[in-house]
């Protein structure tokens, strides 16, 4: 029977193959790389997406056969480092993911590569560093530290040593660190007076996040109040590690692992006591709704965590159908370029933020659908930081074209590379801002 041209199923996600010994074969990679990258040669459909897909296509023209064949096997690994495991390819745009017979799951692929490399220490020292967001976070928060760091960071010559010493981008966003982290800033609730709803048990526990906890606290505050507002108590766990994705995205499998040890037991705990969860950056959520589950398919606590794990918005949404979420808005917001991040995107709810805020009357939403380039470290690396910049260019257009009153994303280290790069004095606003601003409270 011949190979059908796409597919019209819903994608299956098979869960990550990592105790496999196979996994980390070297041969075996190598070929699973040819296979894939010879589909997408003859495809070509991600080429607008990001780094990785241009990189492979400039690399099989310009070889000797123009087939991947030609293609040297050190060269895979510029595929590999440009991509940042966004998750576009795989849920937005490839025909040929299961249940189609060629079985392409590209991000994992490029995800098993990064283990490998990762194994053999081949890592930058600098990279290890940028992902222990834990640490960088709880050191560069102590007081005094925090303004010290803040202020060294806005010194152009010492960024250009920076980027000389430590290869970080000398015009990259770098984010503020506060000495008062959000985790200390709101208070335990008991959830007692909690009404439920639907799937929602009416009581949510905010997962803080690194950047939330040290870098932009208010933001979480602003959640805290549109929740309250609306009658759902929230608490904290009692501990909480970085949800893994850094590390994932790096490929160290073990410091993931070691994150879930800490911070499965205590959700979980929380979902027991009736609490729902939520985080207020989308990659953090996406961890807990996908990537451990796709590691730890048969891990109850994991499952557990995945069934409780809610978007903010997709939260507030769900209450919304139940007529329990409050629109006595004071304020409208006016015109508001949204852009959708893409770890959002790919968790399949629809675009919950946007319907959120079009509850606000007064208030007209443009919608940007398309990566920003940022990803945590992408931007902020010597090496591809110009590519971010260029991914980027067509969101700044959009939300210059807009003419908006406000601009902002779901994932704020987005909105600050959109400012980064758009660099009119504007300052983007996270939707729960906006939300908040519109309650007036
Ligand atoms: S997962 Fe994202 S960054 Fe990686 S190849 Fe796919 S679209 Fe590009
Ligand atoms: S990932 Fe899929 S859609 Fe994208 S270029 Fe490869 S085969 Fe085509």
Same mark, same amino acid.
């Given at each position: ?10 994608? !299956? ?10 996994? #980390?074969?070297?041969?075996? $990679? ?18 607008? $997406?990001?780094?990785? @897909?241009? !990189? &492979? ?24 480092? =440009? ?34 490399? @990762? ?19 709880? &050191? ?19 960024? %250009? ?16 660190? =506060? ?11 008991? +959830? ?9 048990? +009416? ?7 690194? /950047? ?31 949800? +893994?994705?850094?590390? #994932?995205? &790096?490929?160290? #499998? ?12 205590? #959700? ?9 969860? !939520? ?18 398919? *048969? ?10 794990? @809610? ?63 940022? *990803?945590?470290? /992408? ?10 910049? %260029? ?41 729960? !801002?906006?939300?908040?601003?519109? /309650? +007036?409270?």
């Amino acid at each position: 029977m011949a190979t059908r041209e796409g597919s019209l199923e819903a994608p !299956t996600r098979h869960p990550l193959d990592w105790c496999n010994p196979d996994f #980390l074969d070297e041969a075996s $990679l190598f070929k699973e790389m040819e296979r894939v990258f010879d589909i997408c040669h003859g495809c070509r459909r991600c080429v607008s $997406l990001c780094q990785s @897909f241009p !990189t &492979l296509f400039d690399l099989v023209d310009e070889s000797s056969t123009q087939e991947v064949d030609g293609v040297a096997k050190l060269d895979y690994w510029k595929v590999v480092d =440009h991509c940042y495991l966004c998750d576009l390819c795989y849920m937005t745009k490839c025909p040929y993911v299961p249940p189609h017979a060629w079985n392409l799951d590209f991000p994992h692929l490029m995800l098993r590569a990064k283990v490998f490399k @990762f194994k053999q220490g081949d890592t930058k020292l600098r990279d290890r560093i940028l992902t222990s967001t834990d640490t960088v976070g709880r &050191l560069a928060g102590i007081p005094v530290v925090a303004q010290v760091v803040n202020a060294v960071n806005k010194i152009k010559p010492v960024r %250009k040593m920076m980027e000389s010493v430590a290869e970080i981008h000398a015009d990259a966003w770098l984010p503020e660190f =506060h000495s008062k982290p959000l985790r200390s800033r709101l208070e335990r609730e008991s +959830g007692a007076e909690a009404v439920p709803a639907g799937r929602t048990s +009416g009581k949510v526990a905010l997962f803080a996040t690194c /950047y939330m906890n040290r870098n932009e606290p208010g933001i979480g505050e602003d959640f805290a109040a549109v929740f309250e507002h609306n009658g759902i108590p929230v608490t904290l766990a009692e501990k909480e590690r970085c949800c +893994g994705m850094p590390k #994932l995205e &790096l490929g160290d #499998l073990d410091a993931v692992i070691a994150a879930k040890e800490v911070n499965i037991p205590q #959700l979980a705990k929380l979902v027991d006591a009736g609490w729902d969860l !939520t985080a207020l950056i989308p990659s953090c959520v996406l961890m807990f709704k996908q990537e451990l589950p796709l590691m730890f398919p *048969d891990d109850p606590d994991v499952l557990k965590v995945k069934a409780a794990f @809610f978007d903010p918005f997709e939260y507030l949404m769900l209450r919304h159908k139940e007529g329990q979420l409050k629109t006595d808005f004071k304020t409208g917001l006016g015109k508001v370029s949204y852009h959708a991040a893409c770890h959002q995107r790919v968790q399949n709810i629809g675009q919950k933020t946007r319907e959120v805020l079009a509850l606000v009357p007064g208030t007209e939403i443009d919608v940007i659908e398309r990566c920003s380039g940022h *990803d945590g470290t /992408y931007a902020v690396k010597k090496e591809s930081h110009a590519a971010a910049m %260029k991914i980027v260019k067509p969101v700044v257009g959009r939300v210059q074209q807009a003419k908006a009153d406000h601009y902002g994303s779901d994932c704020a280290m987005a909105g600050h590379h959109i400012e980064n790069a758009m660099k009119d004095g504007r300052a983007p606003e996270h939707p729960m !801002t906006l939300l908040r601003k519109a /309650y +007036g409270i």
